[in-house]
């Protein structure tokens, strides 16, 4: 009769995921791993061929951590890019090492941030943004530069250098959004 696994892919993910969360991804070693899961590295390196294997499944996993978190992201503002851009700058202030891993860092062959952005459904920046823009010539150089100040904004929440509340935020995105789109 054969041994039962009680070591599962599922429970090694979830552990290098959850170090990802808390510590970052650089330190995601086997022997962390293992040592969290409470074994050898042998049953990793079973179920991926290497290192680089798990820390794909775990981008992956972040990546969809992002895309659920942007999902249930309260969508009260009614001005195009700031819902999305409240959701990216608290995901970087609530989930810093997922920010880091998904959007500076980020692993080489893997999503850009505009893929990342627009999900699995391929369509958030459009459906939800830029479609709403009327009259406006350059719908994708008002993202960039809308975008420009979202993603500067969420940096500088990592180092702790943008403390602004929610509502000013807001309001700055509706702002910068106006002086964008009468530049037209």
């Given at each position: 009769m054969?041994r039962k696994?009680?070591?599962?892919?599922?429970?090694?993910l979830?552990?290098?995921?959850?170090?990802?969360r808390?510590?970052?991804?650089?330190?995601?070693?086997?022997?962390?791993?293992?040592?969290r899961?409470?074994?050898?590295?042998?049953?990793?390196?079973?179920?991926?061929?290497?290192?680089?294997?798990?820390?794909?499944?775990v981008?992956?996993?972040?990546a969809?951590?992002?895309?659920?978190?942007?999902?249930?992201y309260?969508?009260?503002?009614?001005?195009p890019?700031?819902?999305?851009?409240?959701?990216?700058?608290?995901?970087?202030?609530?989930?810093?090492?997922?920010?880091?891993?998904?959007f500076?860092?980020?692993?080489?062959?893997?999503?850009g941030?505009?893929?990342?952005?627009?999900?699995?459904?391929?369509?958030v920046?459009?459906?939800?943004?830029?479609?709403?823009i009327?009259?406006?010539?350059?719908?994708?150089g008002?993202?960039t530069k809308?975008?420009?100040?979202?993603?500067?904004?969420?940096?500088?929440?990592?180092t702790?250098?943008?403390?602004?509340?929610?509502?000013?935020t807001?309001?700055?995105?509706?702002n910068?959004?106006?002086s964008?789109?009468?530049?037209?």
């Amino acid at each position: 009769m054969a041994r039962k696994e009680t070591i599962t892919i599922q429970m090694i993910l979830d552990t290098a995921f959850a170090m990802t969360r808390e510590e970052g991804f650089s330190n995601v070693t086997a022997r962390r791993v293992a040592s969290r899961v409470g074994c050898s590295t042998q049953p990793i390196f079973r179920v991926y061929k290497s290192m680089d294997e798990l820390w794909d499944a775990v981008y992956d996993q972040a990546a969809d951590f992002f895309q659920d978190y942007y999902k249930v992201y309260p969508k009260t503002g009614k001005t195009p890019f700031s819902n999305l851009g409240m959701a990216y700058i608290s995901f970087a202030r609530e989930e810093k090492h997922l920010f880091e891993l998904l959007f500076v860092n980020g692993r080489a062959g893997r999503k850009g941030m505009y893929e990342l952005l627009n999900g699995n459904s391929g369509s958030v920046v459009y459906e939800a943004n830029l479609a709403r823009i009327q009259g406006c010539s350059d719908p994708g150089g008002l993202f960039t530069k809308i975008w420009i100040f979202i993603h500067g904004a969420a940096c500088m929440s990592l180092t702790g250098d943008y403390d602004l509340p929610d509502i000013e935020t807001k309001k700055m995105l509706e702002n910068i959004y106006q002086s964008f789109a009468e530049m037209k």
